[in-house]
């Protein structure tokens, strides 16, 4: 038998060549590597239920949020070897979540997201409430933890209600310091913007009559949903808490705006924070409730979907953020 390499490279080529025309043959195609990447992700919905109540976390989008350049009491060194023990690195992609949360009585959207505020990243918060079976029409209130742009840029687009059924829901505090001039004149220059967001946004809701103030922290109606203050963050900074039997949802808005930072060292504060002591007290607090108490938390700037619970870290010093077990059936988190 003839065994010389170039005999037995010609009966290679013919083996190859043989199963080419066998898979043509049998309908096989070859691989289609040059296929373009579809990009994107799935819509920005997560179910969850707390006793008979089902909650959606909502995506809005994420940005490109500037750690470097905004968070205050963290050195460079620190920040860069906290977000590298997480895998991260600046700029951290922020999420910017909004809660709906079907009491079964009411349905009731906590923040809005930011809407047109924040550019291309965000605004998605309507097309994703959607496709969780939901209707913006369907919405009865809107409760905002704060009027920053992101929470409540997603009210309104192009000065149109986008929740056009709904009352809203704000504090009497928040609602008077970002409404007034003078607040406005002595507060930083890149609060500016803020200031005018606020206004705008509030304006078609306010126009049909459709604002109400929270003057106080307690109940806010016979289903089971609470308002308690955490300002610091800004003047009139709500969180929102929701009692079914022993089980408890804190909607704490802007507590936390990273994990990887302020849930280790809660010191650590945001440029933006109106009273960074105040913040750091209130974050403080209800971190500390949260973890004694088991409460489940929706966190508007961690990881989306935002849903989870709080523990004390290992060495003794801050706490860790558990994400909420993924649960296709959208059941119970405990």
Same mark, same amino acid.
């Not at 390499?5 to 289609?32: E, F, K």
């Not at 991260?88 to 349905?107: D, E, H, M, Y």
């Not at 508007?300 to 060495?315: C, D, I, S, T, Y």
């Given at each position: 038998?003839?065994?010389?390499?170039?005999?037995?490279? &010609?009966?290679?080529?013919? $083996?190859?060549?043989?199963?080419?025309?066998?898979?043509?043959?049998?309908?096989?195609?070859? $691989?289609?590597?040059?296929? !373009?990447?579809?990009?994107?992700?799935?819509?920005?919905?997560?179910?969850?239920?707390?006793?008979?109540? =089902?909650?959606?976390?909502?995506?809005?989008?994420?940005?490109?949020? !500037?750690?470097?350049?905004?968070? /205050?009491?963290? +050195?460079? *060194?620190?920040?860069?070897?906290?977000?590298?023990?997480?895998?991260?690195?600046?700029?951290?992609?922020?999420?910017?979540?909004?809660?709906?949360?079907?009491?079964? *009585?009411?349905?009731?959207?906590?923040?809005?997201?930011?809407?047109?505020?924040?550019?291309? #990243? #965000?605004?998605?918060?309507?097309?994703?409430? &959607?496709?969780?079976?939901?209707?913006? =029409?369907?919405?009865?209130?809107?409760?905002?933890?704060?009027?920053?742009?992101?929470?409540?840029?997603?009210?309104?687009?192009?000065?149109?209600?986008?929740? @056009?059924?709904? +009352?809203?829901?704000?504090?009497?505090?928040?609602?008077?310091?970002?409404?007034?001039?003078?607040? *406005?004149?002595?507060?930083?220059?890149?609060?500016?913007?803020?200031?005018?967001?606020?206004?705008?946004?509030?304006?078609?809701?306010?126009?049909?009559?459709?604002?109400?103030?929270?003057?106080? !922290?307690?109940?806010?109606?016979?289903?089971?949903?609470?308002?308690?203050?955490? @300002?610091?963050?800004?003047?009139?900074?709500?969180?929102?808490?929701?009692? &079914?039997?022993? /089980?408890?949802?804190?909607?704490?808005?802007?507590?936390?705006?990273?994990?990887?930072?302020?849930?280790?060292?809660? =010191?650590?504060?945001?440029?933006?924070?109106?009273?960074?002591?105040?913040?750091?007290?209130?974050?403080? =607090?209800?971190?500390?409730?949260?973890?004694?108490?088991?409460?489940?938390?929706?966190?508007?700037?961690?990881?989306?979907?935002?849903?989870?619970?709080?523990?004390?870290?290992?060495?003794?010093?801050?706490?860790?953020?558990?994400?909420?077990?993924?649960?296709?059936?959208?059941?119970?988190?405990?």
């Amino acid at each position: 038998m003839n065994t010389s390499p170039v005999s037995l490279s &010609r009966r290679l080529l013919a $083996a190859g060549l043989l199963g080419l025309a066998l898979l043509g043959m049998a309908g096989v195609s070859p $691989a289609r590597a040059a296929a !373009p990447k579809v990009e994107g992700q799935a819509p920005g919905f997560y179910r969850t239920t707390l006793g008979d109540v =089902e909650i959606t976390a909502l995506s809005d989008g994420t940005h490109a949020f !500037p750690v470097t350049t905004v968070m /205050q009491g963290v +050195t460079p *060194k620190q920040l860069e070897a906290a977000l590298r023990y997480d895998f991260l690195a600046p700029p951290v992609a922020g999420s910017i979540n909004a809660f709906l949360i079907n009491t079964g *009585k009411r349905l009731v959207l906590i923040d809005s997201g930011a809407g047109l505020l924040y550019g291309d #990243c #965000c605004g998605r918060l309507q097309a994703h409430l &959607r496709a969780a079976g939901y209707a913006p =029409e369907q919405i009865d209130a809107v409760y905002l933890t704060h009027l920053h742009k992101d929470h409540v840029g997603g009210i309104t687009r192009n000065g149109v209600m986008q929740f @056009p059924n709904a +009352t809203l829901y704000v504090s009497a505090h928040e609602l008077a310091y970002w409404t007034s001039p003078a607040a *406005k004149a002595a507060a930083p220059d890149f609060l500016s913007s803020f200031f005018d967001a606020a206004v705008a946004a509030l304006q078609p809701y306010q126009q049909a009559g459709r604002v109400r103030t929270i003057e106080a !922290p307690g109940p806010l109606a016979d289903d089971g949903l609470e308002a308690i203050a955490t @300002p610091g963050h800004t003047p009139g900074h709500l969180s929102y808490v929701l009692h &079914r039997g022993d /089980q408890t949802l804190v909607v704490w808005g802007d507590i936390v705006h990273v994990a990887s930072l302020q849930l280790p060292r809660p =010191e650590i504060t945001v440029k933006y924070d109106s009273d960074a002591a105040a913040a750091r007290r209130s974050r403080t =607090e209800l971190a500390g409730q949260v973890v004694q108490r088991r409460y489940l938390v929706a966190a508007a700037h961690v990881a989306f979907p935002g849903l989870g619970h709080l523990r004390r870290a290992p060495q003794g010093r801050g706490y860790e953020w558990v994400p909420l077990n993924y649960d296709e059936q959208g059941g119970s988190p405990h």
